[in-house]
């Protein structure tokens, strides 16, 4: 009996915490279907009257610049910069999970003493590399940091997963005349799906979602992705349509959310097993 009032106690504990959590994303839904008025003068979820001024009007963006230049702008940093994640990150977990060679330990410890420093101790060496480069106003940045593996958080979620593959899997390979990098592609790479579909989403949210790399690497407006966009619209009138703001909110959030529902499954699985849950 105590049992089963803790579940039940547990179970509105989480009941009331989805409904915090997701309150301000059905305001927000809510919001961009009202008048810039209606926004400030009521206070439920629901519009009075449904209208898709925001959507028409937060479309046609800044100037002559519409959203769906800032859309497209967003997929040729982020989809480039995950798929050379990806590869990258595959690479290096591959090695450090199956290989030995000398210096492995002391470079394992220095690639993950990485996720120990903050962004804001190596914006600035990275700025002044990249100008020094001509690479500024341009995606390159992002491109050549996830093409390195910049970024130590997939690595170690891959070598988490890589290490549970049986090594039999290679030394039957080896057997059957397999190269290495045969091995990576057609063995570990699809058993490691899962964790790989989650370093992939990871990425994706945090390129999509990235506003401070954006604004210090980018100058031009025309090459502005979303998150730069939506913070231009807000200053570039002096009354601000918010209706508006929230309708490209919701559409900015869209291909997330997609894509996390899609993968939903393997990306569970994968940070599951990969020993980063709880």
Same mark, same amino acid.
């Given at each position: 009996m105590k049992k089963e009032k803790l579940g039940i106690l547990g179970n509105v504990l989480m009941?009331? *915490?989805? /409904?915090?959590? !997701?309150?301000?994303?059905?305001?927000?839904?809510?919001?961009?279907?009202?008048?810039?008025?209606?926004?400030?003068?009521?206070?439920?979820?629901? @519009?009075? %009257?449904?209208?898709?001024?925001?959507?028409v009007k937060g479309w046609q963006g800044i100037?002559? !610049?519409?959203?769906?230049?800032?859309?497209?702008?967003?997929?040729? #940093? +982020?989809? @480039?910069?995950? !798929?050379? +994640?990806?590869?990258?990150?595959?690479?290096v977990a591959y090695?450090?999970?199956?290989?030995?060679? &000398?210096? &492995?330990?002391l470079l394992f410890g220095l690639m993950l003493s990485t996720m120990m420093l903050p962004n804001s101790i190596i914006m600035i060496p990275r700025y002044i590399i990249f100008m020094r480069f001509g690479w500024l106003n341009s995606y390159k940045p992002f491109y050549a940091l996830a093409l390195f593996a910049a970024n130590p958080f997939f690595q170690y979620l891959l070598i988490q997963f890589f290490r549970g593959? @049986?090594?039999?899997?290679? %030394?039957?390979?080896?057997?059957?005349? *397999?190269?290495?990098?045969? !091995?990576? +592609?057609?063995? /570990?790479? @699809? #058993?490691? &799906?899962?964790?790989?579909?989650?370093?992939?989403?990871?990425?994706? #949210?945090?390129?999509?979602?990235?506003?401070?790399?954006?604004?210090?690497?980018?100058d031009s407006v025309k090459k502005y992705p979303v998150s730069l966009g939506l913070r231009l619209s807000i200053d570039s009138d002096a009354k601000v349509g918010w209706n508006k703001v +929230?309708?490209?909110?919701?559409?900015?959030?869209?291909? *997330?959310?997609?894509?996390?529902?899609?993968?939903? &499954?393997?990306?569970?699985e994968g940070v599951a097993k990969s020993g980063l849950k709880g």
């Open positions: 009941i009331v *915490c989805s /409904i915090v959590i !997701i309150y301000p994303l059905l305001w927000l839904l809510g919001a961009s279907f009202k008048s810039n008025n209606e926004i400030f003068t009521t206070q439920g979820i629901l @519009p009075k %009257e449904i209208t898709f001024e925001g959507y100037g002559q !610049i519409t959203f769906s230049r800032f859309f497209n702008n967003s997929m040729l #940093l +982020t989809v @480039p910069t995950v !798929i050379l +994640t990806i590869i990258s990150s595959c690479l090695g450090f999970s199956r290989f030995n060679f &000398k210096g &492995k330990k593959i @049986p090594r039999e899997l290679d %030394e039957s390979a080896y057997l059957d005349g *397999c190269s290495s990098v045969k !091995i990576l +592609t057609s063995i /570990i790479a @699809p #058993l490691a &799906k899962a964790s790989i579909v989650s370093a992939a989403l990871f990425q994706f #949210l945090w390129t999509w979602n990235d506003f401070n790399n954006a604004l210090i690497y980018i +929230t309708a490209m909110t919701v559409l900015g959030m869209l291909p *997330c959310v997609i894509l996390f529902f899609i993968f939903q &499954k393997s990306f569970v």
